[in-house]
């Protein structure tokens, strides 16, 4: 079992940065991959960034490839996503998910088996 819990969401004016946290309870989270999803009114869930357990190998949508960055730190239990030169358009709910089994392809979102409550970001220009 694993449970996740996201913070650092808010208001920002373009151009800003923001850095989101997810922390997660259990003591096999450095096993697990993890990836970072968005959501806005009216869109599907769009995949942001995806982790391996190791850190190693990253993936990023090509929205936010050059402005985000995702990391994790597995003695802290804890995922961030680095977000810089935010725009408008990356409005939305951001959700962080854990894979407890290995997908060779961590952009889909119906890998995952565990998620967090979600956490606001607002982008104003």
């Known amino acids: 079992q694993v449970q996740l819990v996201e913070s650092g969401g808010g208001m920002v004016q373009a151009g800003g940065s923001l850095k989101l946290s997810c922390a997660a309870s259990?003591?096999?989270?450095?096993?697990?991959?993890m990836g970072w999803f968005r959501q806005t009114p009216g869109k599907e869930r769009e995949f942001v960034a995806a982790?391996?357990?190791?850190?190693?190998?990253?993936n990023y949508a090509d929205s936010v490839k050059g402005r985000f960055t995702i990391s994790r730190d597995n003695a802290k239990n804890t995922m961030y996503l680095q977000m810089n030169s935010l725009k408008p358009e990356d409005t939305a709910v951001y959700y962080c998910?854990?894979?407890?089994?290995?997908?060779?392809?961590?952009?889909?979102?119906?890998?995952?088996?565990?998620w967090g409550q979600g956490t606001q970001v607002t982008v104003s220009s």
């Open positions: 259990g003591r096999t989270f450095s096993t697990y991959d």
């Open positions: 982790i391996r357990w190791s850190g190693a190998g990253t």
């Open positions: 998910a854990a894979e407890k089994h290995y997908s060779r392809d961590l952009s889909a979102y119906y890998q995952y088996d565990y």
